[in-house]
């Protein structure tokens, strides 16, 4: 299982939004590069980077990723995500040197982006909300069973990896729905990277012994529920 602490930008720093509100904004540090090469001290072998800019629709925060892909310590891997759903807004992400984009698009644009863009570079972010998804969320939120249709489409487009967030969990520190993503796993036969609420140790043991791909994991770091080398350790073992 993978550990990808998570870094969301936001006019330049690095902060928190919980269950996708901009207004629910909090700081935790102002200079992303710091927190990269903490991680990479830490020994995190990814980081997962978050555009909220882009996510609000407020610019884009493209160059500042460049500059993090290229000053943060090697071997460092990096996995963009925040609403890219063009092969040109990809295609610009993995120019930086991103590893990974996550992308958020429907089903028949998948093909066409895995062709351009290779499907060992992509993921496809499946944002579910069961009900009552969160404000300015609501457009790009998933029923269970269309997750399900997506991640089938984006497994048959050589797209094997998604990120499975229930929006409704997002920034709570509340735990993560493991049991989504574990029968996602089961029913798409797709590596399921789980996001949304991680909040503890034993959590990320549960994720680990689920058999799921990895986990992204933000706000516990930051308000030190469990250190990075914690979480690493606890992922691997």
């Given at each position: 299982?993978?550990l990808?602490?998570?870094?969301?930008?936001?006019?330049?720093?690095?902060?928190?939004?919980?269950?996708?509100?901009?207004?629910?904004?909090?700081?935790?540090?102002p200079?992303?590069l710091?927190?990269?090469?903490?991680?990479?001290?830490?020994?995190?072998?990814?980081?997962?980077?978050?555009?909220?800019?882009?996510?609000?629709?407020?610019?884009?925060?493209?160059?500042?990723?460049?500059?993090?892909?290229?000053?943060?310590?090697?071997?460092?891997?990096?996995?963009?995500?925040?609403?890219?759903?063009?092969?040109?807004?990809?295609?610009?992400?993995?120019?930086?040197?991103?590893?990974?984009?996550?992308?958020?698009?429907?089903?028949?644009?998948?093909?066409?982006?895995?062709?351009?863009?290779?499907?060992?570079?992509?993921?496809?972010?499946?944002?579910?909300?069961?009900a009552?998804?969160?404000?300015?969320?609501?457009?790009?939120?998933?029923?269970?069973?269309?997750?399900?249709?997506?991640?089938?489409?984006?497994?048959?487009?050589?797209?094997?990896?998604?990120?499975?967030?229930?929006?409704g969990?997002?920034?709570?520190?509340?735990?993560?729905?493991?049991?989504?993503?574990?029968?996602?796993?089961?029913?798409?036969?797709?590596?399921?990277?789980?996001?949304?609420?991680?909040?503890?140790?034993?959590?990320?043991?549960?994720?680990?012994?689920?058999?799921?791909?990895?986990?992204?994991?933000?706000?516990?770091?930051?308000?030190?529920?469990f250190?990075?080398?914690?979480?690493?350790?606890?992922?691997?073992?």
């Amino acid at each position: 299982m993978e550990l990808y602490p998570a870094i969301d930008i936001r006019a330049g720093r690095v902060v928190r939004v919980r269950r996708g509100d901009p207004g629910s904004e909090i700081v935790y540090h102002p200079d992303p590069l710091a927190v990269a090469a903490a991680y990479a001290r830490d020994g995190a072998r990814w980081i997962h980077v978050v555009d909220l800019d882009r996510v609000f629709g407020a610019g884009d925060q493209t160059a500042l990723i460049a500059d993090l892909v290229r000053r943060a310590p090697p071997p460092l891997r990096w996995q963009a995500g925040g609403g890219s759903a063009t092969a040109e807004d990809v295609e610009a992400l993995l120019a930086c040197g991103v590893a990974r984009v996550v992308v958020r698009a429907g089903a028949g644009a998948l093909p066409e982006l895995a062709r351009r863009c290779g499907g060992s570079r992509l993921a496809v972010a499946l944002d579910v909300a069961a009900a009552d998804p969160p404000a300015g969320r609501a457009a790009h939120a998933l029923g269970r069973a269309e997750a399900a249709t997506l991640a089938r489409a984006a497994k048959a487009a050589g797209i094997g990896t998604v990120v499975y967030t229930d929006l409704g969990l997002e920034g709570r520190l509340s735990g993560a729905d493991l049991d989504g993503a574990a029968a996602l796993a089961t029913t798409a036969q797709v590596d399921v990277v789980v996001s949304g609420g991680i909040h503890s140790l034993e959590e990320l043991s549960a994720i680990r012994a689920a058999g799921l791909a990895g986990a992204v994991v933000g706000r516990a770091l930051y308000e030190k529920r469990f250190t990075l080398p914690e979480a690493l350790a606890c992922s691997s073992r």
